[in-house]
């Protein structure tokens, strides 16, 4: 591999960039069915969706309304603003 480097030369002075982390935002779930597996999150301004496939390490059969979570902001497969990475504070 060295050798490849050596054969490519220096690079264009530019070093990856290092991704944001993301920030995680503190919420109040105000919603949540259970048969359908969505509810919708509280947290500063607007609500927000969730799917029971973006929480972690949480009861996905009752999650209630009312429970502390903290999530990232994402999108969905339309492009739409949703809460991805959802986990309980209740526990913490």
């Not at 480097?5 to 105000?30: C, D, F």
């Not at 359908?36 to 972690?56: A, L, P, Q, T, V």
């Not at 999108?75 to 526990?91: I, L, M, P, T, Y």
């Amino acid at each position: 591999m060295e050798e490849i480097n050596a054969l490519i030369g220096p690079s264009l002075g530019k070093s990856p960039t290092k991704q944001p982390k993301a920030k995680r935002k503190p919420g109040v779930v105000i919603s949540f069915d259970a048969n359908k597996g969505y509810g919708f999150i509280k947290g500063h301004g607007r609500s927000i969706f969730f799917h029971i496939n973006e929480c972690d390490e949480m009861d996905t059969v009752n999650i209630p309304v009312g429970e502390r979570v903290s999530y990232e902001v994402g999108k969905d497969s339309s492009g739409k603003r949703c809460a991805v990475n959802v986990k309980s504070e209740a526990k913490r």
